[in-house]
């Protein structure tokens, strides 16, 4: 099995991949460039930049001109997905109420 | 609680002549047995007998589609009825679907309710594969690809019917679904406690796929794009992530919650043991069809040496690069703020940014 450690790459590493893996999964045609601590995607018209925040923003997304903070993995994946793939519907994560029978 | 089976499997693939051959069963009474057809008229119920402790309800067309509800109905009703002592105080449940069905709404109808997770526990999935036309089914109906993945116990059927125990199909199973043990059976003979005492987490069962799992993971680990089945299987993928290190509970709350939103239709099973680094010991047990997750589990024990958390994934154009990405990136997301929380608070900030 493949295995890559989360300390194997730095964040900004992480990020890059995660972006480029991304545009995979969603089956969207892009490119994902990494530029020492900046990173740069572009689909279709869109181009976003990536580059860390201050607190409380790890991260700052610039689309447009316009630059917004996003706190979290999951928050910058939803706003690129927004902006790459506006159709997408998601789903939220159900807890189900049945018990799980595992021992 | 009542364990609830699903048994599915292809049109013709012989889900009620197993399940016919169970009833007669003594290890298999006070069952009762939910029959989706599809079609107007069942016929299916009228060729099962059963012994006195169990019976046979019925409902026509098709689960997975527009009577899902139904199912639920129906599954209060029998325990209503159970209550009142107007039938046999069963003590399981088995929903055989229709061929047609897509088993993962049924799944999502037996977690979901609230109401029945009081009473009812999913147990298991089995599915019935046809040795001699399995191979050529899996290749031409979605359907039956969706029905093995989703399996936790295999049962290849018709293998009187067969020379030997055709490697083509056997093949497909394990690339499909490695975690699933594979039972073949001779005209529906076969140990009921072997179909179902499947358990999400079985110690027992290969725990994670083979080299040759999904769309085709040759030698190294890496794709094999010449596999003899890749070009079938391609949209289905079975993989495993594997951490040495315990993994934080909210980087995999967080982990399953971005799956869910990004992936969640996609995503026909995950099922995992984990070491989550607030409890290393007792290892969580997780299990996901779709976006909906059961609350994790936790055993008493490790069920081996093997401490890994393993979290083994069957989708559906999910790629694994996403999947390991998504977790390397997370997880150094909460342990970076893990890290500056904990320098904060040894530097003895206060929440509103004063120094105590």
Not at chain 2, 49 to 66: A, H, N
Request: glycine share 8%.
């Amino acid at each position: 099995m493949t295995q890559v450690s989360s300390d194997a790459a730095d964040t900004v590493g992480l990020v890059h991949r995660l972006l480029a893996a991304s545009l995979g999964a969603w089956h969207i045609a892009g490119r994902v460039e990494r530029e020492g601590e900046r990173i740069t995607l572009a689909a279709g018209d869109e181009r976003l930049l990536f580059a860390r925040g201050a607190p409380p923003f790890r991260w700052t997304v610039t689309l447009g001109g316009r630059e917004r903070g996003v706190t979290s993995i999951a928050g910058l994946l939803r706003l690129v997905r927004r902006v790459v793939d506006p159709e997408h519907q998601g789903n939220r994560l159900r807890i189900a109420p049945a018990r799980l029978t595992s021992s | 609680m009542i364990p609830v089976c699903v048994l599915t499997g292809f049109l013709g693939s012989g889900k009620t002549t197993l399940l016919a051959k169970l009833l007669k069963s003594p290890a298999f009474a006070r069952t009762a047995v939910i029959i989706n057809e599809f079609g107007e008229v069942g016929l299916d119920h009228d060729l099962i007998e059963t012994s006195d402790e169990s019976f046979v309800t019925l409902q026509t067309g098709c689960l997975c589609c527009s009577i899902r509800g139904d199912l639920v109905l129906t599954l209060s009703d029998i325990l209503r009825r159970r209550d009142e002592g107007t039938v046999t105080p069963f003590e399981r449940v088995v929903i055989e679907t229709s061929g047609l069905a897509d088993p993962a709404p049924i799944l999502h109808a037996v977690m979901g309710d609230d109401a029945l997770a009081e009473r009812l526990t999913l147990a298991g999935v089995v599915t019935t594969v046809d040795a001699v036309h399995g191979a050529d089914t899996l290749e031409r109906q979605p359907e039956s690809v969706k029905q093995v993945a989703v399996a936790d116990r295999l049962v290849l059927t018709k293998t009187d019917l067969v020379p030997e125990h055709p490697a083509v199909v056997l093949d497909r199973l394990t690339a499909l679904n490695p975690s699933a043990p594979v039972l073949p059976v001779l005209f529906g003979d076969v140990d009921p406690a072997r179909l179902f005492d499947a358990r999400i987490w079985d110690p027992s069962a290969p725990s994670l796929p083979s080299p040759a799992c999904g769309a085709g993971l040759g030698k190294g680990n890496e794709p094999d794009r010449h596999s003899a089945h890749a070009h079938h299987d391609a949209r289905i993928e079975c993989f495993a992530l594997i951490r040495d290190e315990p993994i934080p509970a909210v980087a995999l709350t967080l982990f399953l919650e971005v799956l869910a939103e990004h992936c969640g239709a996609d995503l026909l099973r995950l099922k995992g043991i984990v070491a989550l680094a607030e409890s290393p010991d007792r290892p969580a047990v997780i299990h996901g069809v779709q976006h909906m997750f059961h609350a994790p589990g936790f055993l008493e024990r490790w069920p081996s040496d093997d401490r890994r958390s393993r979290l083994v994934f069957i989708a559906r154009d999910l790629p694994r690069e996403f999947a390991q990405a998504l977790l390397d990136a997370i997880e150094a997301e909460v342990r970076e703020t893990s890290k500056v929380h904990t320098e904060a608070d040894k530097a003895g900030f206060q929440p509103n940014g004063s120094r105590s």
